[in-house]
């Protein structure tokens, strides 16, 4: 199987994310790139973009909605 790689630009387009947010995710650790080992250029690899997109559109846990109400206690005499 052949490994397809993109360039920050495409590899942006694809997730949906500006250039920049690569490199900061890249500097973060969240996205790990590639390096092109002639330029030294981040490179993306289309099976890890593809999991990690399958990873933050489906989370372990689910959130809580922010319009949810909090739940509170209320203490009285009795308590």
């Given amino acids: 199987?052949?490994?397809?790689?993109?360039?920050?630009k495409e590899a942006a387009k694809y997730v949906g994310v500006s250039p920049l947010t690569l490199r900061n995710w890249d500097k973060q650790g969240k996205l790990a790139a590639y390096r092109h080992p002639i330029n030294n250029y981040r490179v993306y690899r289309l099976d890890q973009l593809e999991l990690f997109l399958r990873s933050i559109e489906s989370p372990a846990t689910p959130r809580p909605s922010?319009?949810?109400?909090?739940k509170i206690r209320i203490r009285t005499e009795e308590d």
């Fill in 1 to 8: 199987m052949e490994r397809k790689y993109l360039t920050v």
């Fill in 66 to 70: 922010p319009h949810t109400p909090k």
